[in-house]
């Protein structure tokens, strides 16, 4: 009743939609970073949409199964390959005790879900069976795969043969565009700088992960000059700490900006521009080091009617996929 | 002829630091996992290998490229 591990990829954990509500002592949110992804992978095998599935980031893992099963691979485009022969992405297919599933190379995206009918059923902590790597927390032993783990399986049964059409899947554009409801600390930088800021094309650093994604490629900030305040860093980039929100674009020194993601870290010291809004968070997860980006500002209104777009989308590939 | 892709998307370096001479120089033959060059990506780096055996490597790929998945980074006879 298991999988077995045999190469783990670059970076492959247990996920599903995350452990909310322990935010304020400093435990993100976590789960998938595409978390439409996520719940397609777990319908298609037909788990309940927050079962536990595999996150592999830019390269799949080598699995082998103990047991049938039935499998899907969404997200990004990471073709699966069963004992050698390609199989389809967004669409179930049946596996059997002593297949293998590889992975071939990436070809479009970042992260690739891999639902297993059943989910992936390592023990729950705080509410999620989310890994949370930087802390050590829930998943399998609190960390990314390793050669030799094996996970064990919930029951499921999951049908053959199911999938989600591209027309119900999410595009993204090159340059991706992300949507921003400029914040708090807007009045901090010149307008010239604000600007820029939103003309300019960035693009994603090798360092984006988990816990943010960080851009490069564009002219640093200026602030406007002022005394620090009581208790903030000498950088004029610095604030007195305060809450970071999930999605907030902290700009250290005002030179690279980063998006905080699932892993996020809760607060901080560094002034934040504002938040990608909610409905562009899994197009970020999506991205491959060096992609182009640019950040385009949205209104709170523009913030709203794309997040009721966006679950309108989910709907309809739900139903889809309930027939 | 075979060719070398990268298996994961970043940067790409074909020396193991700065002031290390590129494991492989255009023209050297390789062996069947031979470290060829690194990719950095999310904080860390990687062992690009040589899957195969060949002569006379010729990279397509330069230090310090940023490289996609599957992009090729050289060729060999």
Known sequence: ?323 | MAQILSPLPGTFYRSASPDQPPYKADGDAVSAGDVIGLIEVMKSFHEVRAETAGTNIRFIADNEDPIMAGAPIADLD
């Open chain 1, 1 to 323: 009743m298991a999988v077995k591990v045999i190469s783990p990829g670059l970076s492959t954990s247990v996920q599903d939609l995350g452990r909310p509500g322990h935010y304020h002592v400093g435990i993100p949110e976590g789960g998938g970073m595409d978390r439409f992804a996520t719940r397609i992978a777990n319908l298609l095998v037909g788990n309940n949409p927050g079962a536990a599935v595999l996150e592999a980031t830019f390269m799949g893992p080598e699995l082998e199964f103990t047991q049938s099963a039935v499998v899907a691979v969404t997200g990004g485009e990471l073709p699966p390959k069963l004992n050698g022969e390609e199989r389809p992405t967004w669409e179930s297919f049946p596996v059997k005790a002593g297949d293998r599933l590889s992975f071939g190379f990436l070809k479009g995206g970042a992260r690739a879900y891999l639902a297993v009918s059943g989910g992936i059923d390592v023990p729950v902590v705080l509410g999620s069976r989310s890994t949370y790597i930087l802390g050590a927390l829930g998943g399998h032993q609190g960390r990314t795969l390793k050669a030799g783990d094996e996970l064990p399986l919930g029951e499921g049964s999951g049908k053959a043969g199911l999938s989600l059409p591209a027309n119900l899947r999410r595009a993204g554009n090159s340059p991706a565009e992300l949507r921003m409801l400029p914040g708090m600390y807007w009045h901090r930088i010149t307008e010239a700088a604000g600007n820029r800021f939103f003309e300019e094309t960035w693009k994603v650093a090798p360092e984006a992960d988990r816990i943010g994604y960080r851009f490069r490629g564009g002219t640093p900030l200026e602030f406007v000059e002022r005394e620090q305040p009581f208790g903030a860093g000498s950088d004029p980039s610095n604030i007195v700490d305060a809450c970071y929100p999930y999605g907030s674009v902290q700009v250290p020194s005002g030179t690279e900006p980063i998006v905080l993601h699932r892993d996020a870290v809760s607060g901080g010291g560094y002034m934040m521009l504002g938040v990608v809004i909610s409905a562009d968070m899994d197009l970020i997860a999506q991205l491959q080091p060096h992609t182009p980006a640019r950040f385009v500002p949205v209104t709170l209104e523009d913030a709203l009617a794309a997040r009721t777009e966006q679950r309108a989308a989910l709907a309809r590939a739900e139903g889809h996929l309930a027939g």
